[in-house]
């Protein structure tokens, strides 16, 4: 890929911080350049263009001129794709949730071109909505994982999956067993995992549905591939807690069932994490793991409220996600407007900075993957998205108004959806713009951009 110049307003949060609105980095009229997929230039663009062998660029055709505002691609650290369809059902908590409608949409994942059609929607949707790295679940069959594997891999996105394992409480259509669980899982990392862009997760869903037999091979997993990421739940509903005591009544608390079997480390991303003990928050620090804070669907599901700064205070690696299905939204902007109104809910308000943090470098770092995404520093990979901050009236009306850019950050994130998406790119090509037809896809939003982003 031949060198390409993106001129436009940039901001991101180039290391790592305690106080993202004090160690951001903002350019009004900025340059990010882009060779073979990888940043190699950050800076000022008149400094830039100032080089007499910059100069040449520009008549070359090789400078993209954007109103918006350029920010690292955004990071989903738990999301489920095969629950994409049942989005907004109603009426039910956690446990009834599974039941009633996870279960029935994952048993449709049996059938491979279903599983396929299905991850390319995914795929399409994410960069629709400026996610450009997703730890997705998919479900207990191989196939899903390929699917979606497949899908990323055609347009060269760092993504991150797993094959759910399960082998009780659960329909016999979605049950694996520890032995075929350990199996298909070690076939989908030497298959997947380190290729290309491709990260594999060792997904127990939770631990009231895996054995303890099957817990043990998870951990066996983990131990044989110490670089692959872990995610699961816990800690996410009173009357899930309450049955894992009665599951394990040896284990001191809910995390203490995951240690016992070696799945509490670094690259372990715990969903959720709302009811957590003083021990348990310690522990996770100790072991260097992270969790995924899902506002919209710890509200929709009436799980609690995150206790975030009790998380921070410890050093715990905190990152904002969808969690799809039972989040209301692939939008990262809104899912930290819920952030917003969960930590009101507690007496502190989030800092407009640190919400974005959250989901581009802080999430990033909570993966130990800072040295590939989730920041726009020389090195890294080329995902990046352009946002529109006049993609509606109500937004356009209230930048407008605003002073400061720590104002048009909160306008943004409290208003925006995926309609300030402008465009999307991965590994510095472009797989999403607003009304067009990329890579084969074909994600549309309706709304074009009216005028100049921060500038």
């Known amino acids: 890929m031949a060198t ?8 991101h949060f180039p290391t790592a911080s305690s106080a993202p609105e004090k160690h951001y980095e903002y350019f009004s009229d900025g340059v990010l350049v882009v060779e073979s997929g990888i940043i190699t230039h950050l ?61 029935p949409a994952e048993a449709q994942f049996a059938k491979q071109a279903y599983a396929d059609a299905q991850a390319e929607f995914f795929i399409d949707q994410l960069f629709a909505h400026g996610t450009t790295t997703a730890s997705v679940y998919a479900t207990v069959h191989p196939q899903s994982v390929d699917a ?64 303890p037999e099957q817990l043990a091979l998870a951990g066996k997993l983990a131990n044989e591939h110490p670089d692959t990421f872990i995610q699961t739940h816990i800690s996410e509903n009173r009357s899930e807690i309450a049955w894992v005591s009665e599951l394990f009544p040896d284990s001191q608390d809910y995390l203490a ?36 804070f899902c506002p919209s669907s710890n509200l ?58 959250l989901c581009t470098q802080g999430a990033a770092l909570s993966m130990g993957l800072e040295h590939k995404i989730g920041n726009l520093n020389p090195g890294t990979e080329a995902d990046f998205i352009e946002l529109d901050l006049n993609a509606f009236p109500m937004l356009a009306q209230r930048t407008a108004r605003c002073n400061t850019l720590a104002e048009q950050l909160f306008a943004l994130i409290t208003l925006g959806d995926e309609r300030v998406i402008e ?33």
Request: proline letters at 3%; glycine letters at 10%.
């Open 148 to 211: 979606f594997f497949s899908a990323a891999e055609r347009v060269n996105a760092r993504m991150i999956c797993g094959k759910v394992m399960m082998d009780r409480h659960c329909p016999n259509n979605l049950s694996d067993t520890p032995e075929s669980g350990y199996r298909d899982s070690k076939a989908l990392i030497e298959r997947w995992h380190n290729q290309g862009r491709a990260l594999y997760a060792i997904t127990p869903r939770f631990a009231p549905t895996s054995s």
């Open 257 to 292: 069932v995951y240690e016992q079997y070696d799945l509490v480390r670094d690259r372990a991303l715990f969903g959720h994490g709302i009811h957590l003990s003083e021990r348990e928050f310690d522990a996770l620090a100790a072991k260097g793991a992270a969790i995924a």
């Open 4 to 11: 390409q110049v993106h001129r436009g307003s940039v901001l």
């Open 423 to 455: 465009r999307t790119y991965v590994h510095g090509k472009s797989v999403y713009q607003k009304e067009m037809k990329l890579c084969g896809h074909n994600s549309t939003n309706g709304l074009r951009s009216l005028s100049n982003g921060f500038m």
């Open 43 to 103: 800076g000022d663009a008149k400094a830039f263009f100032a080089a007499p062998h910059n100069q040449a660029l520009q008549a070359q055709g090789k400078v993209t001129t954007h109103s918006g505002l350029l920010i690292p691609g955004l990071i989903d650290s738990h999301v489920h794709f095969p629950q994409v369809e049942v989005i907004a059902s109603y009426g039910t908590q956690l446990l009834d949730w599974l039941n009633t409608y996870t279960f």
């Open 300 to 357: 929709f599901l009436g799980s609690g409220l995150f206790p975030y700064h009790q998380a921070k205070q410890r050093g715990i690696g905190v990152s904002i996600a969808s969690d799809v299905g039972g989040g209301t939204s692939l939008s990262l902007f809104s899912n930290q407007a819920d952030a917003y109104k969960i930590l009101q809910m507690q007496g502190v308000s989030l800092n407009p900075f640190e919400s974005l943090y």
